[in-house]
Structure formats: C-alpha cells, structure tokens
C-alpha cells in the first residue's frame, strides 16, 4: 500500500514566510526597536539604523552609549527630582531594547505563521 502526499501547499507557505522574514519583519522589527528607546534627545532614535549583510539584518546604534541604554541604565546622571531613573535604571527602558525586541519580533512571526 503506497501513500502520495502533496507538499506543494506547505513549501508555498514556507515561502510566503521567508518573504515576511526578509522584507518586512526586518522593519517592523526596527520599528518597534526604536519605539522602545529612551528619548532623552531623540539622538539615539535618530542613529539607530537598520543593515542588511549575507547573514541578515543587523540593528546597530551608532552612538557612544548604545550598551548602556540596551541594558536598561540611564547614560548620564540625571538632574535630582526629574524622574528619569529609579535606582539607577531608565524609567522608560528598564528591560533595554533588545529583550522587548526579541519577543515582539516571536510574537510576530507566530501571528503571521497562524495567518498563513
């Protein structure tokens, strides 16, 4: 007895969700990235940037003080009472940005895998 199963359904799928992997998740990915860094003065919004190599897409922050803000502290001490830091960490990122990053960027893909 001999079974035939047609995989042409699952491979057009498999496609449909590199294609998602390589054009759009990379910007909402970038999007969201700079959504969850601290503005201060809109300098690390702003030199934040998407690049694209052989092995994929890369979010670099070209500023001196991108390791500081990603683990969540504040770059420089703050002025007493103003409300930017809560024991040395940033109010606004105290988880950084590449923690939130990686889990929106799962979700994502389950959303669009659960979609397809």
Do not use: H
Not at 7 to 29: I, S
Not at 80 to 106: C, H, L, V, W
């Amino acid at each position: 007895m001999g079974m035939k199963i047609n995989d042409k359904v699952y491979r057009r799928k498999l496609k449909k969700l590199k294609r998602y992997a390589k054009t759009r998740l990379p910007r909402e990915a970038l999007k969201f990235f700079k959504s969850e860094t601290p503005k201060d003065g809109g300098n690390a919004r702003i030199r934040t940037k998407l690049s694209k190599s052989s092995k994929g897409f890369t979010i670099t922050g070209d500023y001196d003080y991108s390791g500081v803000i990603d683990r969540g502290e504040y770059p420089k001490n703050p002025i007493a009472g103003t409300g930017k830091t809560f024991n040395g960490y940033s109010t606004q990122a105290p988880k950084g940005m590449t923690e939130p990053t990686g889990r929106f960027i799962d979700k994502e893909v389950r959303k669009f895998i659960k979609r397809i």
